[in-house]
């Protein structure tokens, strides 16, 4: 009995094939005018075909429970290949070289022993040779295996040198800067593509796998409360109140990766990284860094995560552009006008290229400075320096206020490749404590330069800041800083002087309290923030976190293999230690 296929019904069949599998629907038009059946002689025009609907209609339905032919390379012929194609694609390129490896031994064979490449499979090994058989030559043997060996070894360097020039690192190999905030890009002269590939295997690929030590996966219990969170903490829910209601799904997330120079996923206390962008200087070495200690403080009690940070300076995510759907990324500072969510920046664990050194030493340091001359023997001026060249409008208004007895101003630039030249000598925070008063004045956008000015027990006078960092949000005006004017820059600065110097006592104690608040953010109460902020963050996702698969594992010691001799310094000195008491008690809504 014949098998009759109408083209109409092979037809069906592709484009349900190409529906099923993402395929272009459009079936090719030769198709309609062949015949398919058992001896060939059908002529697709033929009324027969109307007969046959019902017929290849069952056929259609009973195809629909099969699983075609070849599936994945159907899969694969999408126009976007996935990691699974590409996969699939490169273990038939491997499995062809290699196939074309045996024909160059087979032939290498058949030249050394003079008969057919085959001639190995035949009778040849099926009976016992005569004394007339000619032998092998003794270079036979070792000119195969020095053959294998070095096609062997070519795919080998090959394949790592493939891997090593797409591997993204905490140190920008083969990053480009953010988009942005373009800066110059780190050119790496100082390394030879040898050393280059050594490090990037050894730091990226096998440090972390064989590191040893506690990784904090056990929980640690802790004997009793630990007290209540302070006010500025209530900022975490405001932060992140837009995804109170629509929680935070994998499409926020991925959302946010096109603004973010990197992802952080943390899963059963191991943090995973992946990289699209580089960050200017150490900043992502010593975030990270920071995150690996909060992971180290509370072994067991971090939830799992999937986080976008960015580390550049201005907050991107608009409040009007992205009102339909706010995508969460982590960053140092936010606004009013932006859904960026804040983040303690990478300068409480130091910043080696200016010298600063980890919060934890930085703020002793500056508060022993302050003492050096007591609050009345001060300087009776305000006092500023910094970059002005850094695309701030405000700082470049504020050189026009350096006049002692005109404004009761000192500003000062700041080079600060001139500061590295003589080592940092001129530079040190811990000597510019003698003015009463001490201006801080934003950059191109938020300055880590807040909590310093603040850790002098001079009183701080503050530029209508439009940026915020997450423990700002805890600063009283004239009670722990003096607000000034923008519009009227120098005869606001002029007027907080000249009251302070008619209220000695009060401006004295709005300097103490400034200095009081940044001595109550110790390390500790920053990994509480850390702590909090991100198990209320992993509240609302609403999916299980899993590491990207081009993502790669850090770990404290891949850092360290990154870190250049000075950042090693700053690291080790900010390890943090096993916490003894449980992170303080947010407060309830």
């Excluded at 259609?60 to 599936?71: E, G, H, K, L």
């Excluded at 996702?541 to 081009?550: I, K, L, N, V």
Aim: glycine share 4%; proline share 7%; aromatic share 12%.
């Amino acid at each position: 009995m014949k098998t009759r296929v109408s083209p109409n019904f092979l037809c069906h069949a592709i484009m349900h094939h190409q529906t099923k599998y993402l395929i272009s629907p459009t079936c090719p038009m030769h198709l309609t005018s062949v015949a398919f059946h058992a001896n060939g002689q059908r002529d697709p025009s033929s009324p027969r075909e109307k007969r046959e609907t019902k017929t290849n209609q069952n056929a259609i339905r009973a195809s629909q429970n099969r699983t075609p032919p070849f599936p994945q390379l159907i899969a694969c012929t999408t126009q976007h290949l996935n990691k699974q194609c590409t996969k699939t694609t490169l273990f038939l390129l491997l499995l062809l070289l290699l196939l074309l490896l045996l024909l160059l031994l087979l032939l290498l064979l058949s030249y050394c022993t003079s008969s057919s490449p085959f001639s190995i499979f035949s009778s040849y090994n099926m009976v016992l040779p005569s004394k007339h058989t000619p032998r092998s030559p003794a270079y036979l043997l070792p000119c195969v295996l020095a053959l294998s060996l070095f096609s062997l070894t070519g795919l080998l360097l090959y394949k790592v040198d493939d891997v090593v020039s797409r591997t993204g690192t905490v140190v920008g190999h083969n990053l480009e800067p953010t988009p942005w905030h373009v800066f110059p890009h780190k050119p790496f002269d100082e390394e030879t593509r040898q050393q280059r590939a050594y490090k990037i295997l050894q730091c990226s690929y096998l440090t972390c796998r064989y590191a040893a030590g506690d990784r904090g996966e056990e929980r640690r219990k802790f004997p009793g409360g630990g007290g209540e969170c302070p006010d500025f903490f209530g900022a975490i829910r405001r932060d992140l109140g837009p995804w109170m209601e629509s929680r935070i799904t994998k499409g926020h997330v991925a959302g946010a990766q096109r603004l973010a120079a990197f992802r952080v996923v943390i899963v059963d206390g191991k943090m995973f990284v992946d990289w699209y962008y580089a960050c200017v200087q150490s900043r992502a070495m010593f975030t990270l860094w920071g995150l690996l200690q909060l992971l180290k403080r509370y072994p067991g009690k971090v939830p799992d995560v999937d986080m976008m940070f960015d580390c550049m300076d201005k907050p991107t995510v608009n409040r009007v552009e992205y009102q339909g759907m706010p995508v969460p990324l982590f960053r140092y500072c936010t606004t009013k006008e932006h859904f960026d969510i804040p983040f303690p920046d990478w300068s409480f664990w130091g910043w080696s290229e200016i010298n600063i050194r980890p919060w934890s030493e930085e703020f002793p340091d500056i508060k022993r400075g302050s003492q050096a001359v007591s609050w009345r023997n001060k300087i009776p001026r305000a006092f500023w320096k910094g970059n002005p060249d850094v695309s701030s409008p405000i700082r470049v208004e504020l050189l026009n206020c350096n006049h002692s007895r005109k404004w009761g101003a000192q500003i000062m630039r700041q080079d600060w490749d001139e500061a590295a030249k003589a080592g940092f000598k001129e530079s040190k925070l811990s000597d510019q404590c003698t003015h009463r008063y001490k201006i801080y004045a934003e950059g191109y956008a938020w300055s880590v330069s807040l909590k310093y000015i603040l850790s002098c027990d001079s009183v701080a006078l503050l530029i209508a800041p439009q940026y915020e960092d997450f423990f700002s949000r805890g600063l009283v005006p004239e009670h722990n800083f003096w607000p000034v004017d923008p519009l009227k820059l120098c005869p606001s600065i002029k007027y907080a002087v000249e009251w302070g110097n008619q209220h000695l006592e009060e401006a004295e104690a709005i300097g103490k309290r400034g200095q009081e608040f940044m001595e109550s953010l110790t390390i500790d109460r920053i990994y509480e923030y850390m702590f909090h902020l991100i198990s209320e963050y992993s509240k609302l996702q609403d999916f299980e976190p899993t590491p990207p698969p081009t993502s790669l594992e850090v770990c404290e010691e891949s850092l360290l293999c990154y870190a250049d001799d000075k950042q090693r310094a700053f690291l080790r000195r900010s390890a943090a230690s096993h916490a003894q008491t449980p992170p303080c008690n947010l407060k309830p809504l």
